[in-house]
């Protein structure tokens, strides 16, 4: 079995005698920090790599590394109940790493996180869009709220004088992205196994991709194959910890927990490239988090009421 599956395998036996929501709050810390660890070790790639090298060679050593656990987890039967939410999944997945991760190289790491945090704001908007939920005035005041805060990251001045930029854009893309496949990776677990789900999206991206890095392609050195390897571990174990999570709790009760990404990236962005979050991105980050915050306790408090009314 690869490492990143037999080390999160041992670290979900040690949680196993926990209640249930800390066992997904200690998963989901766990991933956090390596999916804080990837988007340093890509930031620091794509200074001299394009995006699309960088995945596609990580998206085939992902398929690698996952492809003993799934033929132990699976015993040999691959088949995929799924399909249509697998390629969904993979459509939206080849989206949000794309868009994610350019912004990740292009924007100060802490800014790109604070801008992935409004996934929040998109779960809601799919709910009034697509599901056809009632929200009611304080969760659109949320949302309301919650945009004044990318409008400040974005810094006003620059905006009326340059228009927005291309990267803030495509950082919250990536948050539509997400959020549209946290909303569809709850049904698929249903239906099919999580390694079998993260193996199938990781292949179906892998060669998606390489057609775009094939334009984009450069010599590589080993130091570079090195580093992108660890990234394909990484996603890997944080991917597999992360669909773990979820099994064992609702979003909702995750969601909160993802803001120590924001702490953790200025760490990392601090020590690795100098950078340091200016007052704009200080600001709009503790709106963007007050509103969300709101937004999430809002939810669980009506998910509560519906289910004690059904009661």
């Known amino acids: 079995m690869a ?6 395998s041992r670290i979900i036996t040690v949680c196993q005698n926990l209640p249930s929501n800390i066992q997904a709050v200690a998963i989901m810390f766990i991933a956090m920090i390596f999916f804080t660890a990837q988007s340093g070790i890509i930031k620091e790639l794509g200074q001299t790599l394009h995006v699309t090298q960088i995945v596609v060679i990580r998206q ?3 398929v690698l590394l996952l492809f003993p656990p799934l033929l132990k987890s699976t015993k040999g039967h691959l088949k995929i109940n799924r399909k249509d939410l697998l390629l969904m999944r993979s459509c939206l997945t080849f989206v949000s790493i794309l868009a994610g991760l350019t912004a990740i190289i292009e924007l100060p790491l802490a800014t790109a996180t604070t801008l992935s945090f409004t996934k929040t704001f998109f779960l809601t908007v799919f709910a009034i869009l ?7 005035p304080r969760r659109i005041g949320a949302l ?22 291309i ?17 569809i990776v ?9 390694t079998l789900i993260v193996a199938s999206q990781a292949f179906i991206i892998g060669v998606a991709m390489i057609p775009l890095a094939y334009f984009h392609w450069i010599p590589l050195s080993w130091n570079d194959f090195f580093w992108i390897a660890v990234t394909a571990g990484i996603a890997s174990f944080a991917q597999w910890m992360m669909v773990h999570a979820f099994k064992r709790a609702e979003t909702t009760a995750l969601a909160p927990f993802d803001y120590m990404r924001l702490i953790l990236s200025t ?10 979050p200016d007052a704009f991105t200080w600001i709009g980050a503790a709106i963007i988090f007050a509103s969300t915050f709101y937004i999430m306790r809002r939810e669980a408090k009506l998910e509560k009421a519906k289910a004690l009314a059904i009661e």
């Open 60 to 62: 085939w050593l992902m």
């Open 3 to 8: 490492f990143s599956s037999l080390s999160s």
């Open 144 to 165: 309301v709220v919650g945009f004044l805060g990318i409008l400040i990251i974005a810094r006003p001045a620059e905006l009326l004088r340059s228009g927005i930029d």
């Open 186 to 194: 709850r049904i698929h677990l249903r239906y099919d196994t999580p």
């Open 167 to 183: 990267n803030i854009t495509l950082s919250l893309l990536s948050a539509a992205a997400i959020a549209a496949n946290q909303i």
């Open 267 to 276: 760490i990392v962005g601090w020590y690795m490239f100098n950078e340091w």
């Open 130 to 136: 697509i599901l056809k939920e009632t929200v009611g």
